[in-house]
């Protein structure tokens, strides 16, 4: 039986707006970002959407909460998809941090699995934690669901899902609200898109 799999990055966030390295750390929705959640979870009525699991994190389960309001349909909150820990830096303006330490970001941007910032979280606990999730995904009963998290745990669960390792994690893009569709037919993934965005128009 095929599943389908709706990856939906979490809505504009305070810190998002501001530019910071956020991460662990949390910040609330923006304005435009509840106006974003809103118009996701109207994209996505109509996809028969059974259930959505959201990151414990505020900027994700506050677009996932609309998502369950608006389609009526059960929420839970699953650790494993929180955000990748980026360490020391999180906090700092993310282009101020580009402009003074170019070569390091440039080289984690190209592999952060060789070259990891310092004090990040492992990119092996991110892995494991991450293909937790993903197989957990293939024995759940719904045909249909939302996943509401992360940059980088939704470039995660995409590399993972078709084989390229985290190597690429960085060569996967997606905005506030972009949804992206991975089609599970027994231990196979196939994306069906990325980053759709018309709901934004």
């Not at 995904?137 to 996943?147: D, F, G």
């Amino acid at each position: 039986m095929k599943k389908y799999i709706y990856l939906v990055r979490h809505a504009q966030s305070e810190f998002n707006e501001k530019g910071i390295f956020q991460g662990s750390l949390d910040s609330d929705l923006t304005p435009l970002g509840f106006v974003q959640a809103r118009m996701v979870a109207k994209f996505l009525e109509g996809e028969g959407i059974e259930l959505v699991i959201s990151s414990p994190q505020r900027r994700a389960y506050k677009t996932a909460l609309t998502i369950s309001d608006v389609l009526d349909v059960r929420l839970e909150v699953d650790e494993r998809i929180r955000e990748m820990s980026f360490g020391i830096l999180e906090g700092r303006n993310f282009w101020e941090l580009f402009e003074k330490e170019k070569e390091m970001m440039l080289s984690w941007l190209r592999n952060p699995v060789e070259a990891p910032l310092p004090t990040q979280e492992p990119m092996d606990a991110f892995e494991k934690r991450v293909l937790s999730f993903l197989d957990d995904l293939k024995s759940r009963k719904e045909t249909s669901i939302v996943v509401v998290a992360h940059g980088g745990t939704l470039h995660a669960i995409v590399c993972l899902a078709l084989g390229l390792g985290l190597e690429k994690l960085w060569h996967v893009h997606m905005d506030n609200t972009g949804v992206s569709l991975l089609e599970m037919e027994g231990e196979s993934f196939r994306l069906a898109y990325l980053n759709r965005l018309c709901h934004l128009l």
